[in-house]
């Protein structure tokens, strides 16, 4: 149960819920962290990275690109677009 959040000068006990983390088994992050991502894939047994940034880091830096050109990462794009839409219809 988490703890109750401030709202100004009164707290609101309404809010609840539950978070379960991951089973995470390895976690590569950092400058040049690229290199070694289909070493560790290949040491772990996966065949898919699971790839977390925001939109500045494709558009503005080669990043992303470079990690495609490995062809272990097929992009899941505007994730966060498709869940505001969805909210909106609703």
Known sequence: MSAPIMQGSSIDSTLRGAYTASPIKYMLYGRGCITSLPTVMANLGASKAYIITGR???EKTPVISRIEETKIHNPLREVGEEE????EVR
């Not at 505001?84 to 909210?87: A, K, L, S």
């Open 56 to 58: 500045s880091l494709r």
């Open 84 to 87: 505001r839409e969805e909210r």
